[in-house]
Each structure stands twice: as structure tokens, then as C-alpha cells.
């Protein structure tokens, strides 16, 4: 579904993927951890079709993303919602002036029915369980109601492929665990998710493979998850990130 062939991407000078690649099927559950700075969130912003690569390149579903294709409006706009992406700051995400509005605003945009709008805001409320702050300001929400509020709006969207960057960050274990049980709900209801996290506490319960970065912007090892687990040494660099 995601192939990522040769992808060197730099800011300026600085190297921030040096070259990756790397494959994920559909239905995958991949899990990137490493170092701070070893790319992971400029990979994200590759795949959701922010930034072009230096060099290599990126295909979704076997149709290239380059220049071409990031700018036609019509292609974006299809890249964007087949892959829904949760930034790690919700603050650059909600913009409306409530949850519903936030809620609501996505599936108009794609020019869904009114009924269809409702109900698709109503299933994300209740997954999520923020039924109680619909009528909420997103900007005066507590930070773990801010993640729920923007995993939510990314899924009235309904996008095959979720990537959250760094989903669990500076939130209470009551507010990591519920997260982890709604993306191993959205795992088993077919959807492809790929997370970045340094808590690996938490993707050891959720994640299928593991991609892990080291410092030079290369990927160290991708392996699936059980393998990890077999091994104390990879285990310990993992907690120890
Ligand atoms: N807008 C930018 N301008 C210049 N350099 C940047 C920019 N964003 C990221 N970088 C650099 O690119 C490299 C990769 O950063 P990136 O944010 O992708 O890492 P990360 O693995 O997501 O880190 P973290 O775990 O801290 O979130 C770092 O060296 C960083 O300083």
C-alpha cells in the first residue's frame, strides 16, 4: 500500500532521512521509535504529502506522490483522505470554535449528506468517547481531550491509512490506554496505523512491527514486534529511547 524507495530528504543542509525503504501492506500496525530528531516525524510528513523527497521516491497504492501529483488539488485532496494524519501538537489541528464544529467539518468538506455528516460525527463522538464535550471550546480542552478531539476529526474522514505522531506524549495512562484500545479497535476493523512513539511500554501492546531509526536518519532494524520481544538487547534499546 506505502512504498518507500531510496528517500533521502534534507532541510537545507540538515539530513533528516537518509536512504529509507521500507513497505507496508494493508493492515499493517507499524510502530516508528528511535532517538529524538532521527527522522520519524519527517517521515510522517512525507507520507501525508507535506514535503517532497530529496532524492527517492514515495508511492501510494503504486501511483508515485511527486511534484506532479502534490500539485493537482484533485489527487491532494484524494491523498488526504485516504491517509488521516494526527500531528503530535492537536493544537495546529483544531481550529473550530467546538468539538462538534471540528468534528463536522472534514466530512463536509468532502461534500457528504447531511445525514451521512451526522452520523459519521456521532460514531467518532461515541468511539472516542467524548460524547460529553461536543459543545466544548477544542482550544480550552484539556491535552489528552485535545488528542481525542483531533484522532476523531481525522476519523469522520473514514482514511484507510492513520499515522499519529507521537499519539501517547505528555497524556495520563488512563488517557494511553484508551488511546491504545481505540487504535487496536480501528486495527481489527481494517485499518492501516502507523504511529511514532518513544513509549515502548505502550506499542508493545498495540504494535505488529517495529521500524526503528538510529541517530544518522537510517533506519536500524524492521522487524515484527514478536521477534523484538525475544530479544533483551533490542528490548532495553527500546525502553531506553
Ligand atoms: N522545519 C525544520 N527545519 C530544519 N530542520 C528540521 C525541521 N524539522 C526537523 N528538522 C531536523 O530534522 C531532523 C529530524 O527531525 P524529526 O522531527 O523528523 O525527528 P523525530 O525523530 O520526529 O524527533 P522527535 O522524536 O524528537 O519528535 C532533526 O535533526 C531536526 O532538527
Same mark, same amino acid.
Given at each position: 500500500? &506505502? #512504498?518507500? /524507495?531510496?528517500?533521502?530528504?534534507?532541510?537545507?543542509?540538515?539530513?533528516?532521512?537518509?536512504?529509507?525503504? &521500507?513497505?507496508?501492506?494493508? !493492515?499493517?500496525?507499524?510502530?516508528?521509535?528511535?532517538?529524538? =530528531?532521527? =527522522? #520519524?516525524?519527517?517521515?510522517?510528513?512525507?507520507? +501525508? !504529502? &507535506?514535503? *517532497?523527497?530529496?532524492?527517492?521516491?514515495? *508511492?501510494?497504492?503504486?501511483?508515485?506522490?511527486?511534484?506532479?501529483?502534490? #500539485?493537482?488539488?484533485?489527487?491532494? @485532496?484524494?491523498?488526504h483522505q485516504s491517509? !488521516?494524519?494526527?500531528?503530535?501538537?492537536?493544537?495546529?489541528?483544531?481550529?473550530?470554535?467546538?468539538?462538534?464544529?471540528?468534528?463536522?467539518?472534514?466530512?463536509?468538506?468532502? !461534500?457528504?449528506?447531511?445525514?451521512?455528516?451526522?452520523?459519521?460525527?456521532?460514531?467518532?463522538?461515541?468511539?472516542?468517547?467524548?460524547?460529553?464535550?461536543?459543545?466544548?471550546?477544542?482550544?480550552? &480542552?484539556?491535552g489528552g481531550e485535545?488528542?481525542?478531539?483531533?484522532?476523531?476529526?481525522?476519523?469522520?474522514? +473514514?482514511?484507510?491509512?492513520?499515522?499519529?505522531?507521537?499519539?501517547?506524549?505528555?497524556?495520563?495512562?488512563?488517557?494511553?490506554?484508551?488511546?491504545?484500545?481505540?487504535?487496536?479497535?480501528?486495527?481489527?476493523?481494517? #485499518?492501516?496505523?502507523?504511529?511514532?512513539?518513544?513509549?515502548? *511500554?505502550?506499542?508493545?501492546?498495540?504494535?505488529?512491527?517495529?521500524?526503528?531509526? /538510529?541517530?544518522?536518519?537510517?533506519?536500524?532494524?524492521?522487524?515484527?514486534?514478536? @521477534?523484538?520481544?525475544?530479544?533483551?538487547?533490542?528490548?532495553?534499546?527500546?525502553?531506553?529511547?
Amino acid at each position: 500500500m &506505502l #512504498k518507500l /524507495n531510496q528517500i533521502h530528504y534534507a532541510y537545507g543542509q540538515t539530513a533528516s532521512l537518509v536512504d529509507i525503504n &521500507l513497505t507496508i501492506d494493508a !493492515g499493517e500496525f507499524v510502530a516508528f521509535m528511535g532517538p529524538n =530528531g532521527s =527522522g #520519524k516525524s519527517t517521515l510522517f510528513k512525507l507520507i +501525508n !504529502g &507535506l514535503i *517532497e523527497p530529496t532524492s527517492g521516491y514515495f *508511492e501510494f497504492k503504486t501511483q508515485r506522490v511527486d511534484h506532479a501529483f502534490l #500539485k493537482s488539488a484533485t489527487l491532494n @485532496t484524494q491523498l488526504h483522505q485516504s491517509i !488521516g494524519f494526527v500531528f503530535q501538537n492537536s493544537d495546529v489541528q483544531l481550529f473550530n470554535e467546538t468539538v462538534l464544529a471540528e468534528l463536522t467539518f472534514g466530512p463536509q468538506q468532502m !461534500g457528504l449528506s447531511n445525514t451521512e455528516v451526522q452520523q459519521r460525527v456521532h460514531d467518532c463522538l461515541q468511539l472516542l468517547h467524548i460524547e460529553h464535550l461536543a459543545d466544548r471550546v477544542p482550544y480550552q &480542552l484539556s491535552g489528552g481531550e485535545k488528542k481525542l478531539v483531533a484522532i476523531a476529526c481525522v476519523l469522520t474522514m +473514514n482514511p484507510e491509512v492513520i499515522v499519529l505522531d507521537e499519539p501517547f506524549n505528555g497524556l495520563s495512562t488512563a488517557y494511553q490506554t484508551l488511546i491504545s484500545q481505540v487504535l487496536l479497535a480501528l486495527h481489527q476493523a481494517g #485499518k492501516t496505523i502507523l504511529i511514532a512513539s518513544h513509549q515502548f *511500554e505502550q506499542v508493545k501492546q498495540i504494535a505488529q512491527r517495529v521500524v526503528v531509526f /538510529n541517530e544518522h536518519h537510517q533506519i536500524d532494524f524492521d522487524l515484527p514486534l514478536q @521477534t523484538i520481544l525475544k530479544s533483551p538487547a533490542k528490548v532495553t534499546q527500546l525502553q531506553t529511547l
